[in-house]
T-cell receptor, first 113, second 115 residues
Framework: ETGVTQSPTHLIKTRGQQVTLRCSSQ?????VSWYQQALGQGPQFIFQ???????GRGNFPPRFSGLQFPNYSSELNVNALELDDSALYLC????????????FGPGTRLTVT | DAKTTQPTSMDCAEGRAANLPCNHS???????VYWYRQIHSQGPQYIIH???NNETNEMASLIITEDRKSSTLILPHATLRDTAVYYC????????????????FGKGTHLIIQP
């Protein structure tokens, strides 16, 4: 069974640029969520994708967007990067209909300069 | 979702049981208690969850008080690798069916296992 994987591991971008982060969900999991974790804080929910559609969103602006593909993998896109977007971005997958037992990937560390 | 309160940090000696408390006094009848932990520089890891009854798995035990206003996560024989931030999260059962508000992580308890 393959766990949740994310790429890239680290990324450095300049303010105003755009970034795409990628996530492969655990085998058999059809629901993917994305979280942002600033240094010293707990993860904050960005949004969730199920059946290739966003079906839930946290308190994040529209410049945070995503996609889910037929194989359940997912992308997180952030436009017009701001310095405060520097964080660890975590992807989590689970099987909808079961418990909220989510499996997290190792994260992508994004630094915006 | 109900709010949770956890101590900021705790120490425990290696080999002893680590007991991590969580207060969730506003929990409602359909809300589960979930525990996750995050080891430094890794993604959070699911530990255990429960509704009313005590639960045990290979990682830990979860004791929920009869009034469900608090719970304790027990790591029976703590090792140095259990040093992590432990998050107690309360979540409505409706979310397990596909509702999508995500997990609300607070600041958690930083558990330090001392050699």
């Amino acid at each position: 069974e393959t766990g949740v994987t994310q790429s890239p591991t680290h990324l450095i971008k300049t303010r105003g640029q755009q970034v795409t982060l990628r996530c492969s969900s655990q085998s058999g999991h059809n629901t993917v969520s994305w979280y942002q974790q600033a240094l010293g804080q707990g993860p904050q929910f960005i949004f969730q994708y199920y059946r290739e559609e966003e079906n839930g969103r946290g308190n994040f602006p529209p410049r945070f967007s995503g996609l889910q593909f037929p194989n359940y993998s997912s992308e997180l896109n952030v436009n017009a990067l701001e310095l405060d977007d520097s964080a660890l971005y975590l992807c989590a997958s689970r099987m909808t209909g079961e418990s909220y037992e989510q499996y997290f990937g190792p994260g992508t560390r994004l630094t915006v300069t | 979702d109900a709010k949770t309160t956890q101590p900021t940090s705790m120490d425990c000696a290696e080999g002893r049981a680590a007991n991590l408390p969580c207060n969730h006094s506003t929990i409602s009848g359909n809300e589960y208690v979930y525990w996750y932990r995050q080891i430094h520089s890794q993604g959070p890891q699911y530990i255990i969850h429960g509704l009313k009854n005590n639960e045990t798995n290979e990682m830990a035990s979860l004791i929920i008080t009869e009034d469900r206003k608090s719970s304790t996560l027990i790591l029976p024989h703590a090792t140095l690798r259990d040093t992590a931030v432990y998050y107690c999260i309360v979540l409505s059962s409706m979310y397990s069916g596909g509702g999508a508000d995500g997990l609300t992580f607070g600041k958690g308890t930083h558990l330090i296992i001392q050699p």
